[in-house]
């Protein structure tokens, strides 16, 4: 177990820091003997990257710190033997734009952060190869054909898996046993519709009945979780799409003041206040993304790399959200806890 009182993300924001500055020498390796790659020059390759938060986001940073340390631990460094082109936007107009811009740039690969960056990047180009770190559900997104072969130019990493839906319904009735209403705030698209009916499928054998809140803009979110709130009974599941995430400190200020016991689905939301996350490391998916841009870099198609599912999970909880809700922790499940926050 760590424990973690200060800004978890600075040794990130550091690190993306001194990618940003390092210059890489050499790529070693390869069949070809150096002298003659020393009198054929390897070209230089070019990567486009599309994050959905502000340019100042700490977490949006970090992402990109992570994708920066993957790439240069097979090889590629900006400045190098790579150029980076690198989008920032918390917006769908935003996304669009810088969308349309990376594919005419043409790169030998974009790196898409989730379904909203890579629905505005297919929109954009059905050509240049796109590996995407974190998306819900890219079958029912129709990104692509299927997980085992994805068959267009889009491949990468899923969010997660279905049954997490279930373990989070788990980890909410466990931190509070007298919960039996819970409201699941989702977005309507097949990601959403498909995690809200694994939550509905265990809710009679933990006696609790749910409910789904579907959002579609950022106005929705107060008027429905307060339109929601009845009784001492009640908890909230927050799956963490990319609307929720940009809007995460309102969502935890609202679970906060409706003194709503709350499970989110990514671990921002603990760091800026919420109760408890059960997620995937999404570090963890953006290093694992930087694998399949290389192997793209070097040769292969994304039709022909599965779709993988997320390999670490982390749960963390925050004991000063605890505090304020009267929530004492149960210990076995502070055992458990891969970050306690203080």
Known sequence: MRYAATDPLQGQRMQFDRLKRREFIAVLGGAEPLATRAQQPERMRRIGVLVTTAADDPEGQARVAAVLQGLQQRGWAVGGNVQIDIRFGADDAAIRK????????????????????????????????????????????????????????????????????????ELLKEIRPSITRVAVIREGNAAGIGMFAVIQAVAPSLGVQVSAINLRDAGEIEPAIAAFVRSSDEGLIVTGSSLQSGHRDLITSLAARHKLPTVYGARLFAAAGGLISYAPDFLDQYRRAATYVDRILNGEKPANLPVQVPTKYELVINLKSAKALGIDVPATLLARADEVIE
């Open 98 to 169: 810088h969308a349309s811009e990376l594919a005419t740039l043409a790169p030998d690969v974009i790196l898409a952060q989730n379904s909203t960056a890579v629905a505005a990047l297919l929109q954009a180009t059905r050509t240049v190869p796109i590996v995407f770190a974190i998306v819900a559900d890219p079958v029912g997104a129709g990104f692509v054909d299927s997980l085992a072969r994805p068959g267009g130019n889009a491949t990468g990493f899923s969010l997660y898996e279905y049954d997490i839906g279930g373990k989070w319904l």
